[in-house]
């Protein structure tokens, strides 16, 4: 399939908004003290694309019909999605600044009731793929040509209802769902391989009928390019497993051997949010001078 | 049963987290048949660092996949080991209650059920984590133990005795607790509530560290304005101690009863069974009517539930003024 893919240009800015959602996730984090860093910033470059390039939705009409939907079934990284939804406009970037306050519109896991652009209630895990299974047919019992995403752990991986939504989207031959593993090899207490190894996630959902795309979690082309191809899908739901690092771009997170749940105080989060920021520039002057040449 | 008091607000000397990990490790050293199991929620981080070493297999992580804990501990248990599984509260009965019922409670298994993190306690993790109906879906499997101790000397003596009793115990469990009610050579039996103190006027029920230490402030707010409390202290909520909710209601003719959990199916349910089976009287139940959690810190949350010493005692003077409208001059 000879599928488009993403100018330089494009790659560019989608490569900046990875690097906002990671500041604003930083930021909401340090603001309450503690939180979910590892998985929110390993599964931040998706989200990027998801948001940045590959689903249809409109901010100003959160509710509008023909969207696509998001189950984000890991739903304890809940940061890395609200500063993607602000940032797309989805609601005010203040809302940020009180994540898990009481009263806030932005709980740690996510609440489709409280958060303009969220479709699916989760935090309990192993539950969201069994929804996005029931959400795409419903788009096929009414002939909608949206697609549903659905965003999980690895870790996630273990519950075993996952694996009966795998086994049933197969059969039903869903092929408007796209599911996306987070594959960080880690979970809440260590690596999957010293608790209760998942394997080969890829050959598993191929028996159960996906086609699987195994991709670099953190090239933002590469996702963009799995992602087009999964849409051309018309015989099979697709899973992309994205191989990624817990903590990936944090900088005092990307070190630490666990950075599951965990607190943050200021200065790290400034100094994370300066490597970010720099990052950003050197992106922008890569598009400046990327513009010159066009010319 | 033996009860020595401590000074109201006395400091405890670990949290209840750490009571938790200490108990499970002397389980694990002083009897081969005890396993400790964890759904990814962080029960190796509590025990011992030497004992896991020691015992690298009785401590058992499943990884994220809480059914699964609960039919492999029923296994264990019917091979005459002694499995105590540890998730959160808002797993530990959500996800695993046909495994309990069915593989567990039915079929005859000894597993002790510890969930952590009760009502509100869940804080920052929002209303996907906080369990108001654990222990209500608990006490309605047949045969199963629901108890919350409320501090760490009778949590201690708890897990001793749900390891050495038969059955299927659900454990709810306070992790932040960290205040003592109880004094070294205080002894407890499950099923038999603790009398804090006796009143005249009217008498708390508390379940749970954070309720039990909102209604001994209560009990301090109503003392100020000349109102005598008695205060129970109802760490079994099944089977439920109906004899210290009679004699209550004999003693002070109206009561309150304060729980961190929804009141349908909870405490205050359990208490008004009991009185209506036995000898009525008003009774003002302090606790979550019927909502979801949300997320906050403890402080605002107790207060947006409602669940504050001074609920309570305003409780109290609503079923104060219930008796003796009732029965004047009462
Ligand atoms: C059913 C359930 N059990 C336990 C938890 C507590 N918990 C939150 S995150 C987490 C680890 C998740 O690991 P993984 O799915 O790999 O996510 P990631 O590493 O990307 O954060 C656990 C055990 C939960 N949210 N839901």
Redesign the pocket.
Known sequence: MNSPCLSNAELIDLEIFAAQIRIKTIEMIAAVGKG?V??SM??ADAVAVLYGSAMRYDPANPKWKMRDRLVYS????GPALYAALAIKGFFPQEWLKRMNQIGSNLPS?VHARLTPGVDVST????QGLSVAVGLAMADRLDGRDSYVYCV??????Q?GQVWEAAMFAGNHILNRLIVLV?N?K???SGE?KKINDVGDLGRKFKDFGFDVFEVNGHDLAQIDVAIRQAKQNTFKPSVIILDTI?GKGCSFAEQMADN??ITVNTEQAVAAVKILETRIDDLNDKRERGHVNEN | MKINLAQPGTPAEESMADTLGRCLGAFMEEDLRVIAMD???GLGKMLPPEIINKYPNRYINVG?A?ANMLGIACGLSFKDKVPFTY??CC?AAR?VLDQAFLSGAFGGAHVLMIGAMPGVTATINGGS?MAFEDAAVMRAVPEMTVVEPSDMLQGEQVLRMAKDLPGMFYIRWERKGDIRFYENGSTFEIGKAVKLCGGSDVTIIAQGHLCLKEAQAAVALLALEGIRAGLIDMFTLKPIDREAIVDAVRETGCLVTAENQNVLGGLGSAVSEVMAENEAAPLEMVGIRDAFGEVGDLESLKKRYKLTAQDIAAAAKRAISRKQKRRPGA
């Open positions: 979910h590892g998985g390993s599964i890991k739903g304890h990284s896991h935090g309990s895990l192993g999980m752990g690895d870790g996630e991986c519950e987070d960080n880690r979970q809440c999957l817990k599951h749940n | 759904a990814d929620v994220i809480e998730t959160f797993f996800k984590h």
